[in-house]
């Protein structure tokens, strides 16, 4: 199974920046990757996503799974021939759902570790 034979609606998704020591990221980076530097530091980040209704494409709308999920990420640079390339590396991910950490590898092309979120929302914020 793909990622395209999956559907769901993303029902909520926060980037939270902050900056980092370059000396401690450089510890968790594997090779060849080197930390993206702004202003001397480092840029990490967690990315909060609720996804709801996920299920097969094939499947009727009126069902599906919801889940919390987050993913660690540090913004990174590496060589790539004579080019110099930017991205992200995602260290950790984690999600509620128990069906996502066994599925991670096989449907979704990550593992995930489990874990409990206490999300409070209404109207206001």
């Not at 996502?100 to 593992?111: E, Q, T």
Request: hydrophobic letters at 40%; aromatic letters at 8%.
């Amino acid at each position: 199974m793909s990622l395209a034979a999956i559907s769901g609606v993303i029902e909520r998704r926060i980037l939270a920046n902050y900056r980092i020591e370059p000396k401690a990221v450089r510890r968790v980076l594997p090779a060849p990757f080197q930390p993206k530097l702004v202003s001397g530091f480092a840029i990490g980040g967690i990315y909060l996503i609720r996804l709801g209704q996920t299920r097969p494409a094939w499947s009727a709308v009126s069902w599906g799974l919801s889940s919390e999920n987050t993913a660690h990420r540090i913004a990174v640079q590496g060589r790539e021939g004579d080019e110099l390339r930017q991205g992200v590396y995602v260290p950790r991910r984690h999600t509620n759902s128990r069906l996502n950490v066994l599925a991670g590898g096989l449907v979704f092309p990550v593992v995930q570790q489990l874990a409990r979120f206490d999300v409070r929302e209404n109207w206001e914020r």
